[in-house]
Each structure stands twice: as structure tokens, then as C-alpha cells.
């Protein structure tokens, strides 16, 4: 079994210069996720991925939280897009992205106020953690209806 954290931010999440300074963050992220035994991590900056590679013996695995017009959310596989525009994509136009480009979709933070669950989005996941996470599974469980 491997443990994987699929929603990691760098220091450099909303930074337009993110993306030049992320390796460098990687090894500390890196370091702390072995010191936690995590296998892989999902570095889910906003609006710009990150690379596939491997450090320290940590996989770092592409993903991308992007600023929807109603939320956030998380696009995670081999490609997924390099940058996206703050609130621009609509949650429907999110999805298909991340749908051509073969990657899954996740619901981060569900416990936040956001209106994507207002919209008609088949996402993948519900991110299940964070600092509203002691609220109640129940609305989870609606969410994923």
C-alpha cells in the first residue's frame, strides 16, 4: 500500500514565479514526507502544475488547483495544464479540461463555502482534509451525490 498526499501546496502556491522556484521547495517537502513515510505527493499550487519527478525517494506526482469562477478545484495526472487564469474557467470548463487531458478531478476543502456543488460537475474525489475537516461527513456524503 503506498501513502499519497494528494493536496500539497509549496510555499510558492500563488506566486507568479512558483513554478521557477518550486524544485528547490520540493526538497523540503520532500523531506518532511518521508519523515512522515508519504510515498507521494500531489503538489496542487494555484493556477500552475507542477512536475513529474522524484525526490529523496518522494514522487511527486503533476496536479493543480485552479481557481474556478464558483471555487476551487484539483486536476491530478501525467499532463495536466501548465497555468490556468484566477477565476476565469467555470467549474463545467475545468472538468472538460481535465478530462482531455486524461487527469481526474477532486472536490478540495468541501467544507468551505464554494457554489460548484450548485453546479452539474461529475468531479472524481472529495478531498476529505483540511482546517474545516471536524464538520460533519454528511454533508460529504450529499456532496458525492
Not at 118 to 134: E, F, M, Q, T, Y
Request: aromatic content about 6%.
Amino acid at each position: 500500500m503506498y501513502c499519497v498526499d494528494f493536496h500539497t501546496h509549496s510555499t510558492f502556491s500563488s506566486s507568479k514565479f512558483g513554478r521557477l522556484l518550486e524544485h528547490g521547495n520540493q526538497r523540503v517537502i520532500s523531506s518532511v514526507a518521508s519523515l512522515q513515510n508519504i510515498d507521494a505527493i500531489v503538489v496542487t499550487n494555484h493556477n500552475f502544475s507542477s512536475v513529474k519527478r522524484r525526490v529523496n525517494g518522494v514522487l511527486f506526482i503533476p496536479g493543480i488547483e485552479v481557481s474556478t469562477t464558483e471555487g476551487h478545484l484539483i486536476i491530478i495526472g501525467e499532463n495536466p495544464p501548465e497555468k490556468t487564469e484566477r477565476r476565469k474557467l467555470t467549474p463545467s470548463e475545468t472538468v472538460r479540461l481535465a478530462k482531455e487531458k486524461e487527469c481526474i478531478t477532486v472536490l478540495p476543502h468541501p467544507y468551505r463555502k464554494s457554489n460548484i456543488k450548485d453546479h452539474p460537475v461529475s468531479i472524481d474525489a472529495i478531498g476529505l482534509n483540511g482546517k474545516h475537516a471536524k464538520a460533519s461527513f454528511e454533508h460529504v456524503e450529499e456532496l458525492a451525490q
